[in-house]
């Protein structure tokens, strides 16, 4: 990808097609650890319905709900025994409505998560195809197969669980002889659905309608790339890990479970649904590379969002983010989609505390005590100039709760606390997600940092979440929570998720630098500066925000980020 300057962004369209989502700042609540209304120490839908101020002040267009339904909790609540209904630590239907109502009454959409990759082992589906047997009708929703040797003792062929070990489960048949093998991508506990299956797709649809007709305003799309599985299931001759594919060098589709041809039938037919109820939305969290094939799944009559991921892997080099937005903005562009901006999630080490591992690391599934321990304040620095980067950058971005606290990773979770099944299918190899999981501070001076009346949280905060809690910082000026408020702010009144974005020259090779200008509006420079020369900006230049202090000559020191009005 060249990286000489040039004009990128979504592409012109149409007027009046200038849909909410397009631009949308949408922030990620993961509903176990927002906020906790019972004092059972696990947050449920009461608990956000009563911090979406949190929310309108920030100043964010929506939120976006990880699962909050009927489920086991194998994996987090993406182990779904029920799509219609709302799981009782999290609350009830009556629950959501409120929330979604009170969404609305402040502006804010409300976006869910759907998995229809897998459903749990819990779900009456796979409880019946367990009881059906061989052959039945019930089994055919599953990807049940015979094993592999004389007895069928093997698997039927060599793919391994993303959370580790193999991908197949060997079951015990109503007359109690061992059986057939399924297939689970990820947890055994969570079987994959067989997508070439009618009423699989059919009971989607209607899973759709149910939650559109309630209001909600999409939905993220869980393992989007994983539905289609190449035909006759053959060997992928070799192991991924965690979220691996969108590292791997290798094109994705070239695995025979990600991103097979397959998925773009099932997405036309969502979007028909979706479609029919006007502007709603639909996201897909496909780990898929090179940027091109995540691309055609924001062809216009596919999905309408995808996660940059390469963005969020991307080293913090400059070149290395000038070529991942440069690729994301022109492939998705080519397209007529907008690009998609995140940096956490609940996958992931927060960004906060992964910008302070070497540069060249490759992204570890959690941090332990026991691994060396990120520097705080560099990790803090440098998450603040990657927010205040990706703010400015055309587009949609998500956010991760307690990213706008800065909050850091908890990188030295007890073992025995550890609840994320990657770590026990991994055996320990990898500490798991649990570390970016952690309960929410509210309030510095409460008991559980104010995320629960009882002072319980399931996830024990490390000592340092005081100090990041939310109200030690609302009103400070040079907050994380500040600065992202301003960034928003200002994103929002100067346009810039709508605005074409044009590389700066003149700048060193470890600066990030664009002209980023609205429809109507005027250049706003975004200068970030990762390399130890401080940056001096052009004469005349106002700054409108910075993510640390410029130094005493006005320039722009390192791991610092400025939007700077040159007009
Ligand atoms: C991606 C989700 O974000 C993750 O949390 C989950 O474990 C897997 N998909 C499986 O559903």
Redesign the pocket.
Known sequence: MSLQPETLDAPDRPAGTAAWWRTAVVYQVYPRSFADSTGDGVGDLPGVTARLDHLADLGVDGLWL?PMYVSPMA??G??VADYRDVDPLFGTLADVDELVARAHERGLRVVL?L?P??TSDEHAWFRAALAAGPGSPERARYLFRDGRGERGEQPPNDWRS??GGEAWTRVTEPDGTPGQWYLH???SR?PDLDWTSAEVREEFHAVLRYWLDRGVDGFRI??AHGLAKAEGLPDHGRDHDL?DAGREDAPTHLAPMWDQEGVHEVYRGWRRVADAYGDRVLIA?AWVQPPERLARYLRPDELHLAFAFAFLDTPWRAGDLRAAVTAALATTGAVGAPATWVLS???VVRHTTRLALPVDARRPIGIRATDPQPDEALGLRRGRAASLLMLALPGAAYLYQGEELGLPEHTALPDEVRQD??FFREQGRVAG?DGCRVPLPWEAGAPGLGFSPSGRTWLPQPESFARFAADAQRGVAGSTLELYRAALRLRRELGLGAGRLAWAEGFGADVVAAHVTAPDGAPVLVVANLGPEPVALPPGARVLLASGALDEAGRVPQDVTAWVSVG
């Open positions: 990880s994996d987090g993406y182990d998560d998995v990759n897998h993303v959370f991508l990820f947890d969570q869980d393992v979220l969290e999630n609940h996958d099944p990657a997600r």
